[in-house]
T-cell receptor
Framework: EPEVTQTPSHQVTQMGQEVILRCVPI?????FYWYRQILGQKVEFLVS????????KSEIFDDQFSVERPDGSNFTLKIRSTKLEDSAMYFC?????????????FGPGTRLTVL | GQSLEQPSEVTAVEGAIVQINCTYQ??????LSWYQQHDGGAPTFLSY????GLEETGRFSSFLSRSDSYGYLLLQELQMKDSASYFC???????????FGAGTTVTVRA
């Protein structure tokens, strides 16, 4: 069964450093998303991406964040200068379409720890 | 914006039935979904309701009342493997963002 994959599974970085989180969405999906989940809290929407551009973003997704689809398979989230409060689990997801009935498939997540 | 309310935790024994309620406030409603998450792993889709009524998928059912801005997830014949966090999520009809509730931790005891 096709699945969303993410690398690395765990990333440790120093405050102020740049990190790139990588995702490979399901191949025939057109919409891609990033979410984050701070330990013990709810899943929070960061950004959605379609047709090589951001379609929606939340208040969390400020200028420190950027997304890119550098090739036909990868979808990346870059945090330019990490802060302690960026420590969280970051989930990538993809869906066939944008409609509510289009199930979003989540990857296993990358646990980001900022020291 | 959106806000969702669901209970923080529920404990039940194997074989029991658990109902997790979710009330929501949203500027535009495009459907209520439920996701299951084990131990901080990937959330997995369980069900979706766009119209009022009950949707049944095996041991799990989901209900929606749009007039009450309310839905629930019903877990029947509880098994130990059902111990997990369950999130309700609404899709906004304006910006299509999926917003999650805080999650309900279900603990199943023998």
């Amino acid at each position: 069964e096709p699945e969303v994959t993410q690398t690395p599974s765990h990333q440790v970085t120093q405050m102020g450093q740049e990190v790139i989180l990588r995702c490979v969405p399901i191949s025939n999906h057109l919409y891609f998303y990033w979410y984050r989940q701070i330990l013990g809290q709810k899943v929070e929407f960061l950004v959605s991406f379609y047709n090589n551009e951001i379609s929606e973003k939340s208040e969390i997704f400020d200028d420190q964040f950027s997304v890119e689809r550098p090739d036909g398979s990868n979808f990346t989230l870059k945090i330019r200068s990490t802060k302690l409060e960026d420590s969280a689990m970051y989930f990538c997801a993809s869906s066939e379409g944008i409609a509510a009935y289009n199930e979003q498939f989540f990857g296993p997540g990358t646990r980001l720890t900022v020291l | 914006g959106q806000s969702l309310e669901q209970p923080s935790e529920v404990t039940a024994v194997e074989g029991a039935i658990v109902q997790i309620n979710c009330t929501y406030q949203t500027s535009g409603f495009y459907g209520l979904s439920w996701y299951q998450q084990h131990d901080g792993g990937a959330p997995t889709f369980l069900s979706y309701n766009a119209l009022d009524g009950l949707e049944e998928t095996g041991r799990f059912s989901s209900f929606l009342s749009r007039s009450d801005s309310y839905g629930y997830l019903l877990l029947q014949e509880l098994q130990m493997k059902d111990s997990a966090s369950y999130f309700c999520a609404v899709r906004d009809s304006v910006d299509y963002k999926l917003s999650f509730g805080a999650g309900t931790t279900v603990t199943v005891r023998a």
